[in-house]
């Protein structure tokens, strides 16, 4: 038990900005393993969507309170996985071959491809969630982050990482199990049905079909997946999930 609590604690200290693990050794093992509880991180975050969607909605319109409750996540997460959507997009649209995108995506310079590519997610989000009926709301807010972290699971072990120098990604990435997916694919799966009853099984179903699609273009594309890749991934399936409970309610 006290293990699972410092692997969570782990996952906690990579995926946000908050100091829960000072202590604790993050070896490439741990670190691998903690990966079967990031979607159960992002389900924390989620939950303080929640209260702070609880606490300003008697203060705010609905569409500045939904703005505020994005840069939120944004703040708890330090913008972790934007910088890998700028760079991926950037990479992909700037890149003819393989070689050159991973080149495009190692440059810390942000091209406007990029930018724009940025800007229109956090846009697509954004209205996504202001569209959301009141009624699941909560549920959006939880799923949310937590399909987006499950998302960089499944690449991390169903894909090979592709840049020989290594990288944060590659810590995962090679270290991760199928232990780990399944860890985290129940936990999303037993939030989608508590959330959203078999809706939420359906919701499940098509985030699965999405990622396995993703891991195929970025085989084909790229050879594998890097750290820029799995932060991307995050940021477009959370966009997804949104899109789905749209579609399904």
Partial sequence: MKKHWEDFRVA?????IFPV????????????????LFPAVG?????????????????????????LLLLFLILATGALHLD???????????????????????DSRVGAMGVVGLVMVLLLKYLSLYHVPLPQKAAALILMPAA????????ATCSTYIRSEGGTGAVFVDNVGKSELIRASLTLLLASLVLCSFKGVLL?????????????????RLGGVTGDVLGAATEIVEVLSLLLILMLY
């Fill in 204 to 220: 499940a179903a098509f985030l699965l079909l999405f990622a396995v699609l993703l891991k195929h273009y970025f085989e084909r």
């Fill in 148 to 155: 987006g972290r499950w998302c960089q699971v499944f690449l």
């Fill in 12 to 16: 906690g200290a990579f995926l946000t």
């Fill in 21 to 36: 693990a000072e202590k604790l050794e993050m070896g490439p093992e741990r670190l691998a393993r903690s990966m079967g």
């Fill in 84 to 106: 890998g959507i700028a760079d991926m997009i950037d990479g992909l649209a700037g890149g003819g071959d393989r070689e050159s995108s991973l080149r495009i995506m190692k």
């Fill in 43 to 67: 389900l924390i975050l989620g939950l303080l969507l929640v209260v702070c969607n609880w606490l300003l909605a008697p203060l705010l319109p609905r569409g500045v309170l939904d703005c």
